[in-house]
């Protein structure tokens, strides 16, 4: 019969998604109930029949403290595996694109898996458009020139002019910076197109990263990695880990990436979630979730 409180600062008139993100193997249940004061009578609540977690939009009706009870659906159900993750976040009313680059590599000539990585890029590029970022916005590196929204090759030289001088007039501190890579690599490695021995490594991304934030102190950013051991990518000693970045991998320092049968497995979740209108965090966590569960 557990329960926790979490108070947030509300503005009136802006509305406010409040999610419960479910861990694989957890046996939380999770309820939502809104208060304007812990004593008071709630003013909404959430508690799907057929799904453990939440997700709840809410119009504040006053500039104040807003209080969130949460609590287990069965109170005989307890202990330190019922596990759940909360995050609060205000919705915005319109669009206020950055530039995201996306890059689309190849690991040898007819590699079987190509399709997949261009699948994979091209359900990326569209999770932005649908969320308000037109054409001008979106710089699309790939191996094959014919894919559409296609910009360049897929290359050192053409990664790095993307993030340190296209997206330059793009971004601010309110306009995101996002980088996409999808393809095979290694530990410290990312192929962008490795017949042509052209490669990627944390310390060059850090470094052209670092020239954009230093322009625009501030700037988010945020960096998705879908390859195998991307997860090198934010260990030490190289690291792309700064704060005021999000840098999500695919998987771990040691571990493999898999393919699905159109695209790839953390991605097609990762992708999804973003276009059901999930936060970052909650997309990640939904295919950390759905990845681990297959």
């Given at each position: ?6 108070v ?7 509305t406010?998604?409040?999610?419960a993100l479910i861990p ?6 999770v309820?939502?109930e ?9 003013l ?5 029949a057929?799904?453990?977690g939440?997700?709840?939009e809410?119009t504040?009706?006053a500039t ?6 949460w609590?287990d659906?069965?109170?005989e159900?307890y ?11 205000a ?14 590599g190849?690991?040898?000539?007819n ?6 990585i261009?699948y994979a ?6 999770v932005?458009q649908n969320?308000g970022?037109?054409?001008?916005r ?7 020139l014919?894919q ?12 790095q002019?993307a993030?340190?001088?296209?997206a ?6 309110d306009?995101p910076?996002?980088?996409y ?5 290694i ?9 042509q ?11 052209w990263?670092?020239?954009v934030e230093?322009?625009?102190p501030?700037l ?16 030490l000693p ?8 999000v ?8 571990n ?14 990762f ?10 965090y909650?997309?990640f966590?939904?295919?950390r979730?759905?990845t681990?569960?297959?």
């Open positions: 019969a557990d329960e926790d409180w979490v947030f600062e509300a503005t009136v008139g802006i406010y998604r409040l999610e694989a193997g957890s046996t939380a249940d309820a939502v809104i208060y304007a004061e812990c004593a008071g009578a709630p909404d609540g959430q508690d799907y057929f799904a453990p939440v997700q709840l809410f504040a009706p104040g403290p807003l209080y969130a009870r609590l659906y069965d109170p159900v202990g330190a595996g019922v596990i759940y993750d909360i995050s609060v976040r919705l915005v009313t319109e669009a206020t694109p950055g530039a995201v680059i996306i890059v689309a190849r690991y040898k000539y590699d079987p898996l190509q399709p997949n261009h890029a091209g359900q990326f590029y569209q932005f969320n970022y037109p054409a001008d979106i710089y699309y590196l790939t191996t094959d014919t559409p929204g296609a910009n360049a090759l897929a290359t050192v030289d053409n990664l002019a993030i340190t001088t296209w330059l007039d793009k971004v601010n501190a306009r910076l996002t980088l890579v999808v393809d095979h690599g530990p410290d490695q990312l192929y962008l197109d490795k017949p021995a052209e490669w990627v490594t944390p310390t060059q991304l850090d470094t990263l670092t020239h230093t322009v625009y501030g988010k950013v945020n960096v998705f990695l879908e390859a195998c051991y991307s997860g090198s990518f934010i260990g190289q690291s792309l880990s700064r704060t005021g970045r840098v999500a991998a695919s998987t771990g320092a040691t493999l990436a898999y393919a699905s049968p159109r695209g790839a497995v953390f991605s097609d979740y992708g999804a979630a973003l276009n059901q209108g999930m936060s970052v909650g997309a966590e939904s295919a979730s759905s681990q569960e297959g």
